[in-house]
């Protein structure tokens, strides 16, 4: 069975500061993994995946995240912190054999950015 | 990026009653749907995959009765919630597939409160 384990409720951090939000996977196969942010009240948006190739993935609003297959983990990280940046975001994983066809989430970590 | 829209966006009903909740990609055809519940600071909790044409796939714990999901054109898909309850109440949000990209493309979510 596949899972997604996301080991901090909360991250603070300062305006113009680096981030980082961990992520750790389990899944039988070739991993597909993601990241999604979500705004209060709102559906999830896309921000970046890795399926193969380079270990780091460039997305969406200057979010990139480290594939370890050693350490199963896809950690996303940013190197300037916005106040626009405070969401909740999930790591998801979906795996590639028969029966892994589902998306499975992370319980998300909640980013606060302070000015 | 793909377009979801699901609609309501939120509903207030009476116990008892039933409500449906509409999830359709605007601009991609999604043989697969997802529907998601999320609880308040939860995570998402995969409920059913909806194939076009065919019977859902319900997770283990979800009342197929209960929840009822019709996926009956590749662009829309349908969770009726029947006799809903107060422990009904909660944010549902349904996902399409594009197929071949493995990210999931996400409506804005229907909160549904019983009373």
């Known amino acids: 069975a596949q899972s997604v384990a996301q080991p901090e409720d909360q991250v603070n951090v300062a305006e113009g500061n680096p981030l980082t939000v961990k992520c750790t996977y389990s899944?039988?196969?070739?991993?597909?993994l993601f990241w999604y942010v979500q705004y209060p009240n709102r559906g999830l948006q896309f921000l970046l995946k890795?399926?193969?190739?380079?270990?780091l993935v460039k997305g969406s609003y200057g979010f990139e995240a480290e594939f370890n297959k050693s350490q199963t983990s896809f950690h996303l990280k940013k190197p300037s912190a916005l106040v626009s940046d405070s969401a909740l975001y999930f790591c998801?994983?979906?795996?590639?054999?028969?029966?892994?066809?589902?998306?499975?989430f992370g319980a998300g970590t909640r980013l606060f950015v302070k000015a | 990026g793909a377009v979801v829209s699901q609609h309501p966006s939120w509903v207030i009903c009476k116990s008892g009653t039933s409500v449906k909740i509409e999830c359709r990609s605007l601009?991609?055809?999604?043989?697969?749907m997802f529907w998601y519940r999320q609880f308040p600071k939860q995570s998402l909790m995969l409920m059913a995959t909806?194939?076009?044409?065919?019977?859902?796939?319900?997770e283990q714990g979800v009342e197929k009765d209960k929840f009822l999901i019709n996926h009956a054109s590749l662009t829309l898909s349908t969770l009726t919630v029947t006799s809903a309850h107060p422990e009904d109440s909660s944010f549902y949000i349904c996902?399409?597939?594009?197929?071949?990209?493995?990210?999931?493309?996400f409506g804005e979510g229907s909160r549904l409160t019983v009373l």
């Open positions: 998801a994983v979906r795996g590639t054999n028969t029966g892994g066809f589902k998306t499975i």
């Open positions: 899944v039988s196969g070739n991993p597909y």
């Open positions: 890795y399926i193969t190739g380079d270990n």
């Open positions: 601009d991609f055809q999604a043989t697969t």
């Open positions: 909806s194939n076009e044409g065919s019977k859902a796939t319900y």
């Open positions: 996902s399409g597939d594009r197929g071949g990209t493995g990210e999931l493309f």
